[in-house]
């Protein structure tokens, strides 16, 4: 494991050596609309028929509710004490290079009464005798909360083709493999596990890491393991991002977070009793120069049932990026937050505008392939704040309603209806708001008030979908598809 890690410390510090800087350019300018803002509330100017200058409505909202997504601490009953071969002093394993019998040899073994201890002397043997710590390793805990340790075992070259972790645990008097993982390719790196009660049921998980190392990357793969009640299983769960290896940041895909270029730690970032894990994201060379790239941390937060992705970034700095934020927010179930975000994109004066000038500029003093110039006037869409503006009050709407504040819902919905007229540029959200209320209140159903609003969207991808993602704001940003419009 000392060369794995070796080489890890080499590629980070090589990547800093010759990353890119994050500074941005001080001489965009942003869109002045007639759109004001507060501090303290939302403020959405009405408009008159005459286009004369518009007045103020304040819009209070009371804080959205969150639908039962308070992270709870697990609970656990702990198994009956589990009873396994006494040690038998005079068994021995033989351990040997490409070892195709490994798991019927190590089964034997521990059924014969081998322990975690004299296994542990049998690969000390091994690591004196290759000079390597690569060997293997082996450790006993208790991973099923019956008070009776299972056997952790990590093994690598030379002893197997490629590094894999696998489980023993004992029951009836028997050991029997209860989880077993090996490296996919051979530029893969399994790692000992390492073990916490993450979500506070007082049994622990294991968080087996996997490296993909490459002449000029590197990929860290997260797996958490846990017991409920019955077997070892994968406790992350759902998607976060797009499939390795084409997404620069971290991402939840098939069971495993993927993070290039970055590490993790655990800490309890939202103070609820229970571990997270918190993935310090790396960048990919070239992605990360893109003027919209954001530094972004990734969390594995504990969510009742199992641990999902949720991304954490920097503040928005394009107005766009606060629809971004708003949008990830929702997927979260974290509404309350994402009405911030949509509050911030509709009324922050300070978020900068976007050009489409923009869409293959890289960062300033950014070390990458493309030195284009920034332009020192930019020729900004002046129609994107209000669209994306229409389009935050739309999915306040759909907030509210799932909230079940219909009554702000309401207002809202007037709000929205009053400030834009038919030809402004945000009149299409404003039309498929209207899809969406209108088939609200005849059924009080949102599924179908979402169908409603997404058969407007696939009838009006120009309008709607284009100016939110790629087709905009180029390759480092959001892909949108119909069905993210009302994604409930």
Known sequence: MKNIQLAIVYILLLYAITGCGTSLHSTITIVTTHISTNSNNLLLPTKTNNHSTPTKTLLHFTPIKTPNYDPIIATFTNLPAAKCPLLDIGIQISLKEYWNNYETDLLNYLNAGGTVETLRNEIGILQEKYNSYDVGEVQGLDLTGDGVSEVVIWLGKPLLERSRVIIFGCKNNEYSTIYQYAEIFDNYHVAMPSFADLNGDGVLEAIIEEYDIGDNWFRLFIRILGWDGTWLV???????????????????????????????????????????IVINNGRMRGQNCLLLYRDTKMALMWNGHGYSGLYIR?????????????DDYTTYWRYDDALSFYNKAINDENLLAWSSEYLNLYKSNCLCPDTTPFPEKPNLDEKEWPRLAAYSFYRMIILQVVSDDIDQAQVTYELLKNRYLDGDAGIEYVQMADSFWSEYQINGDIARACQNAIIFAEHHQETILYPLGTQTYGNNSWYYKAEDICPF
Not at 253 to 271: F, H, K, W
Not at 314 to 325: E, F, K, N, S
């Open 234 to 276: 994968n406790r992350i769960e759902g998607e976060l991002g797009e499939d390795y290896p084409f997404y620069p940041e971290a991402g939840v895909y098939d069971g495993r977070a993927s993070v290039p270029y970055g590490s993790y730690s655990l800490m309890d970032i939202d103070e609820n009793g229970t571990t997270d």
């Open 314 to 326: 920097t503040p928005a700095i394009y107005r766009i990026q606060a629809v971004w934020d708003g």
